[in-house]
């Protein structure tokens, strides 16, 4: 037969960049704060299903919890299974952001 090749392509343009900034700037603004603290907890979700992803092959654990924030369950396809994820990261060069950016 015939066989045919089919795929598919996705991508996911999210900006998770100013939460660092807090502690350096004047906060007037609540909604500034849960924004920060939203963006934070996105990171370190996002940060868990990422080592447990690359723990699975080493350990063989089943479980990677993509629900706990919305940012992990809207990429769940796209960093798990089958697929193929790059990351893009816009960092400054100078010194005295040297700390924020790690």
């Excluded at 998770?16 to 603004?29: H, M, N, P, Q, Y």
């Excluded at 924004?35 to 080493?58: F, P, Q, T």
């Excluded at 299974?81 to 040297?98: C, I, K, W």
Aim: some cysteine; hydrophobic content about 40%.
């Amino acid at each position: 037969g015939d066989a045919r090749l089919c795929t598919n392509g996705k991508i996911h343009l999210v900006d998770l960049a100013g939460s660092e900034r807090l502690s350096k700037t004047w906060i007037g603004d609540n909604e500034m704060v849960k924004e920060a603290a939203a963006i934070n907890k996105s990171l370190g979700a996002l940060g868990i299903v990422i080592n447990k992803l690359a723990a699975r092959h080493r350990e063989h654990s089943d479980h990677v919890p993509y629900r706990n924030s919305k940012l992990t369950r809207l990429l769940q396809d796209s960093l798990g299974g089958n697929s193929l994820t790059v990351m893009l990261l816009a960092a400054t060069p100078a010194d005295e952001h040297f700390e924020e950016t790690l």
